[in-house]
Structures are given as C-alpha cells and as structure tokens.
C-alpha cells in the first residue's frame, strides 16, 4: 500500500477543517495540521466570544460556536484527515509526482498534494528579545486564565487596546489592584476613554520606559530593570507576572520558500479551482487571492469544497461523475 497520502492540509481554521471534513467525505487520506496547540484559527485566537451573524444558516453564533459545529463535523472523518497540532515543517521536498514534508520533531509525511489553509500565516506573539526570556515561566504573551493573577503583582508592557483593556479589567474586577504599565512611548494606542480609566482604576504608569533587562533564577522572573527614555534613569520593579502585550506578527514561514508559488499582495494567487502557479499545491481562505476575493467565512468556506474536488479530480483523472450530492458519498 502507498505511504503517499493525498493530501495534506496546513492550517485549521474554518477553511482548513471543512477542507478535512469534504476531503474525508471523498475517502481521501491525509493530514489537518496545525502549528499552533490548539485547532480553530482566527475564530478562537480573535473573536472566541464575539457573535457572527452572517455564517450561513445560522442566525448568530459566536467564534467559539461556529468553530464547535465545524469540528463536530469533521470529527467522523477524522481517521481518514488525521489532525495534528503543534507541527513545524522544517523542509518541503519537491519529489517528482509527490512532496515529502518533514518536520522540526522528526515526522515526515509524503503527500501527492498539498493545500494550504493558513490563513495570513502563524500569528505569534512579539516577543521582548531578552536575554532568559524563553526560560522564564512567569511570562505570558496572552490572558487566558484570569485566576492565576490574584492577588499578584503584575506588569503588563504596551500601549495598545490589549495591554489598556486588560490592565483596566484586573483592576475593575479586583483580579489584583497591584497592576503596573510600561510602555516605551508617552501616547498610547488605546481608545482615549480607556486610558481615562487606567488613571482612574489607579494604575501605575512607567510612559516612555523601556524593558532592559530580567531578573530572575531557573524559570521565574521576579523583577524587571526598566530605564526612562528621558531621563535615562533606572527603575527596578517587582513582578509576579510579566504580560507582554506587543502585538501579533504573521509569518507563512516555510511555505513562502516554496519555489514557483506567485503571491499577489501577499497572497498565493489562485485559480478558479483554487489551484496556485504551482501543480499539486492549492490554496483557499485567508491565505489566497484571486479578482474580487473577499475574506469571509461563508465565501471561503467555499473554496475549501471547489479546492477538494479539483484534487479529487487530480488524483483520479478516470473518474467521470461529478458530485452534486453529499449523500451518496455520507453513505461509504
Ligand atoms: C476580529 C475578527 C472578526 C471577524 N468576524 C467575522 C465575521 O463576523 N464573519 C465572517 O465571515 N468573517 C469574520 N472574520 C474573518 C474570518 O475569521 C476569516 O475569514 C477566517 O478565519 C479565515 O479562515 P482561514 O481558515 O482561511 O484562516 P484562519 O482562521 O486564520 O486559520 C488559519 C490557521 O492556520 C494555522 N497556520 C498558519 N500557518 C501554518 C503552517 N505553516 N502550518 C500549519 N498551520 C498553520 C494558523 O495557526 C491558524 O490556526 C473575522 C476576523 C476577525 C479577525
């Protein structure tokens, strides 16, 4: 038996997974990879809680909602598109009829075609480029768990939405009143009536400070030394915790060295059929562009299903029916 699986998606959020679910659906082996823990993309990292209300059939749902019902979905085909998070591809192989994709932990996988489903890439968090900054357990990049902070000392470090927000809502729901901002400019990008707040909620400020070192032991910072870009005074602050708050940088990483794929305002053009510049390599959602694409759900969403039967269609040039019905292929 072949070890070349059809196909192998790179990326699960919306796109991705209904690619999985319609793949599965047309017996087609392969892999939904996700380079993050957890599967979903923008709904679930951007607007978990926030409502959709244009998501086709349904009135209103919320990121987390619509993710669930497309999970749910796909679950069944899940043995046949096997998911797998938290997977870095280090190399993309060009073989003569197949790509072998290895990966940072040792995997490989070959696969006749490839579709990419990555959104406008891995959105990771700006990191502070310290030095022991990896080590430190005690920093954080996103609020998840509020629980954690009770009662602690916390940093948050920006001047954006995220960092004013948050900060205001440890203070507002007595999370902890020991909260401090250190943001290296003296204006903040944050809704002026939020930044009213701050002072109001009795933050403590450090504008126009810059982080210039941590200061800890094994996995714990317990201070930060911050120095004022007017003055160049010193500061050293204590911390039970340090949120960083600088933001999201999307990169597509390896698949932008992938030779022969055409990009149009950072982009990988396709075609009709959701085919790039380069065979066996397609591509839908927020990571494609062609005339009048436009990045919703709903019209994404169907380019996963026009991308599937074109790769069926690749991988079976015999077959001569079209599918038009879901229930003949629901029944194997
Ligand atoms: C705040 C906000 C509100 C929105 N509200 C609406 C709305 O109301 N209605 C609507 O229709 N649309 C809305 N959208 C747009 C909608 O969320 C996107 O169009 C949709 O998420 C695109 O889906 P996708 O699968 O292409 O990409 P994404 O959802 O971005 O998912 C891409 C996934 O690929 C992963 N990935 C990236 N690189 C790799 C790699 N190399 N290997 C493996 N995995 C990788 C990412 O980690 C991510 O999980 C909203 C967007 C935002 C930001």
Redesign the pocket.
């Known amino acids: 038996m072949s070890t070349v699986k059809d196909l192998t998606i790179?990326?699960?959020?919306?796109?991705?997974i209904y690619a999985a679910f319609c793949a599965g659906l047309r017996n087609m082996s392969g892999y939904l990879?996700?380079?993050?823990s957890e599967?979903?993309?923008?709904?679930l990292?951007?607007?978990r809680h926030?409502s959709?209300?244009?998501?086709p059939g349904v009135k209103e749902a919320t990121g987390q909602q619509i993710v669930d019902m497309l999970w749910e979905q796909y679950l069944p085909q899940s043995k046949k598109i096997i998911p797998k998070n938290n997977?870095v591809?280090s190399h993309i192989i060009e073989k003569s009829d197949y790509f072998q994709l290895l990966f940072v932990d040792g995997l490989k996988i070959d696969t006749k075609n490839i579709l990419i489903?990555?959104?406008?890439?891995?959105?990771l968090p700006r990191t502070l480029n310290l030095e022991n900054e990896e080590h430190y357990l005690n920093i954080d990049y996103f609020v998840t768990d509020v629980e954690k902070y009770k009662n602690k000392k916390v940093v948050f470090l920006g001047g954006g939405d995220s960092a004013v927000d948050w900060a205001n809502h440890f203070l507002e729901n007595d999370i902890t009143k020991n909260v401090s901002i250190v943001h290296r400019r003296n204006a903040f990008r944050a809704k002026e009536n939020n930044v009213d707040n701050l002072l109001k909620n009795g933050i403590q400020l450090f504008k126009n400070y810059t982080v210039e070192k941590l200061i800890g032991e094994k996995n714990e910072c317990f201070q930060i030394l911050v120095k004022s870009n007017d003055s160049l005074l010193d500061k050293v602050l204590d911390v039970d915790y340090l949120i960083v708050q600088y933001g999201l940088t999307n990169s597509?990483?390896?698949?932008s060295t992938i030779p022969g794929l055409q990009w149009n305002k950072g982009k990988i053009l396709v075609t009709s059929g959701q085919h790039s510049s380069k065979e066996g390599i397609f591509a839908?959602?927020?990571?494609c562009y062609y005339e009048g694409k436009d990045?919703?759900?709903?019209s994404?969403m169907g380019e996963s299903a026009t991308a599937i039967a074109n790769i069926y269609k690749k991988n079976n040039p015999n077959h001569k029916g079209i599918f038009y019905s879901s229930t003949a292929l629901n029944k194997k």
Do not use: H, R, T, W
């Open positions: 790179l990326g699960s959020g919306p796109c991705g990879l996700e380079v993050k599967f979903g993309g923008q709904p990292m951007l607007y926030k959709v209300y244009d998501f997977v591809i489903a990555a959104g406008n890439g891995a959105m597509y990483g390896i698949i839908v959602g927020n990571s990045y919703i759900l709903s994404s």
